[in-house]
Every structure is written in structure tokens, then in C-alpha cells.
């Protein structure tokens, strides 16, 4: 199996959302803003090279969506998905499985795209099952009035159509052991229902794609919720049992959001679980 780190793009989000009831006075102190209060965010995807697989975890916001709708996120850098994933002498058509943390339209919209002269949308990835799970499709397909912004139809519905989606079971308690892609997933509701978090066993060690369930490493704190979680006190008990396991067994934390870390380790300590070590992908997937 290898691993490697495909930047989707960078782009900015209100710190104070961001951060929810945390004060600024506190969380600029690990995640500076600017002068319009906006935080640098990245689109850090995870590709995954396995036997006869090639699987991409989320893909970022695509680039279909309109000149005014991307002036609302101050995308930054030249960092893209084709350039990364042509850094490793990979195409999007070599793709055969998207996964999708959740169906939010900075996680998916690159999945679906506009054809050459622009008339309809198709599948970015034209080889590739997209795997979400019946729970959060149908949360993303029928959204609450919170998240319909979140959940854009034309991200969405286009895979459907194309007749590549597909499921993963739910399990009885929130880890799905053996996975159709061969890596387990925590299943998390507080940020949205059923998020995935994928844990891919690499070289005897745990690498867990953190999706929103840890956005930067200055979310470590239980509290440090954001206020685009839609059930913030259950997502407040997830971190804990997550972030507690993670220092029981030394996981690797991928972080998908922070623009600044890449992947970093949490221990134990007298104020809750906290940060132990700070990795560049290339430390760990080399």
C-alpha cells in the first residue's frame, strides 16, 4: 500500500465559525486570522494505492461552481487536483473509488464536473465508484434548512445518476470493521449525520483521515467545536472518544482542513488530550 497527499486547493472560512463559542481572543492564537477574520483552510485529500486500487478520499469544492460563488471562500495558492495527483504520475481516470467523508460541497464537489461545451454535468472521476452511505445520502438529498447551503444538488445528484454510487453498510455501533475499501470507519453525527472517518492500517500504524471531525489541530480541545456542527454537544462526546483512542494507540492524525499541519500525533495530559508531535506527510508515507 502507499499513501500520498493530494492538495484540492486552499482556500479561507470565518474563523469565528470556525470556532464556534470559542473567543477569538483564544483560537487566533494557534489559527491566526486576517483582516476580515477569515482563516487559511486547505482541500488535503488522502490517495490511497492498494493492490489493484486507487482510491481518493474527498477531492475538495471542484472548480464548476460560479465566479461569484468562490469570491465567498478567497481561494489561495496554485494547488489543485490534477497538478497533485500528476505530481505521483497518477490521472483522475486511473481513479477506481472516491470515497466521501460527507456530502458537504467542500469535500465532494469535485466529483462532479461540467462536460467540454458545458451543457450538462458528469462525473469527474468517470472509472471510479463514489462510496458514501445511506444514511447521510439521504440526510444530503433531503436537507434541513442548516445545511442546505452545505449540500448542493449539482454536487451530488449527478452521481447518482451516473449509476457509479455506492453504499457502505452501517454498523451496529459506530466502527465498521473490513470496510469495502479495506480500511475501517468511524462513523460520527454531531458535524452532520454519519460523517465517515476513515482509519487505514500503513506499515503497523493507524492513519486516520480526520474529515470535520478535527479540522485543525487547533480544534484539540474538547469545546473547540465549530458552529457548523449540527448537534455540537454530540460531536463534543465524539472528539473525546476519538481523541482518547487516538492517544491510547498512537494514531496518526491526517488533517484535511488545517492549512499549516499536516498530520500530527495526541497524548494524554492533565487538560485533556493535546498535541505530541507535528509530521509533514512525507515523514510518515516515505
Known amino acids: 500500500m502507499n499513501l500520498f497527499p493530494i492538495n484540492a486547493?486552499?482556500?479561507?472560512?470565518?474563523?469565528?465559525?470556525?470556532?464556534?463559542?470559542?473567543p477569538k481572543s483564544i483560537w487566533q492564537k494557534t489559527n491566526p486570522a486576517d483582516a476580515n477574520n477569515m482563516i487559511d483552510i486547505a482541500s488535503r485529500c488522502l490517495l490511497i494505492e492498494d493492490a489493484n486500487r486507487l482510491i481518493l478520499i474527498d477531492n475538495g469544492m471542484g472548480n464548476k461552481q460560479s465566479e461569484k460563488f468562490f469570491g465567498y471562500y478567497y481561494q489561495w495558492g496554485d494547488f489543485n487536483l490534477d497538478s497533485s495527483l500528476k505530481q505521483y504520475g497518477f490521472h483522475r481516470d486511473d481513479i477506481t473509488d472516491v470515497f466521501l467523508t460527507h456530502l458537504h460541497f467542500d469535500h465532494c464537489g469535485g466529483s462532479i464536473q461540467w462536460n467540454k461545451d458545458k451543457t450538462r454535468l458528469e462525473t469527474a472521476f468517470k472509472n471510479a465508484h463514489f462510496w458514501s452511505n445511506e444514511n447521510h445520502w439521504k440526510w444530503a438529498t433531503e436537507p434541513?434548512?442548516?445545511?442546505?447551503?452545505?449540500?448542493l444538488k449539482e454536487n451530488i445528484l449527478p452521481i447518482e445518476e451516473s449509476g457509479q454510487l455506492k453504499f457502505t453498510t452501517l454498523p451496529e455501533q459506530n466502527i465498521l470493521e473490513g470496510s469495502p475499501l479495506n480500511f475501517d470507519i468511524f462513523f460520527a453525527d454531531g458535524h452532520t449525520e454519519k460523517q465517515m472517518i476513515p482509519l487505514i492500517k500503513y506499515k503497523g500504524n493507524t492513519i486516520a483521515f480526520m474529515a470535520d471531525l478535527l479540522p485543525t489541530a487547533g480544534h484539540l480541545p474538547l469545546p473547540y467545536v465549530m458552529g457548523y456542527d449540527t448537534r455540537p454537544l454530540l460531536t463534543l462526546n465524539e472528539k473525546e472518544t476519538f481523541l482518547n483512542m487516538a492517544a491510547d494507540h498512537n494514531f496518526?492524525?491526517?488533517?484535511?482542513?488545517?492549512a499549516h499541519n499536516e498530520i500530527i500525533t495526541v497524548r494524554h495530559t492533565e487538560k485533556g488530550v493535546r498535541l505530541k508531535e507535528n509530521?509533514?506527510?512525507q515523514d510518515i508515507f516515505n
Not at 252 to 258: A, K, P, T, V
Open 279 to 281: 509530521f509533514k506527510t
Open 144 to 151: 434541513n434548512r442548516r445545511e442546505k447551503a452545505s449540500f
Open 252 to 258: 496518526y492524525l491526517f488533517l484535511e482542513h488545517d
Open 9 to 22: 486547493g486552499n482556500f479561507k472560512l470565518d474563523g469565528g465559525a470556525m470556532f464556534g463559542v470559542v
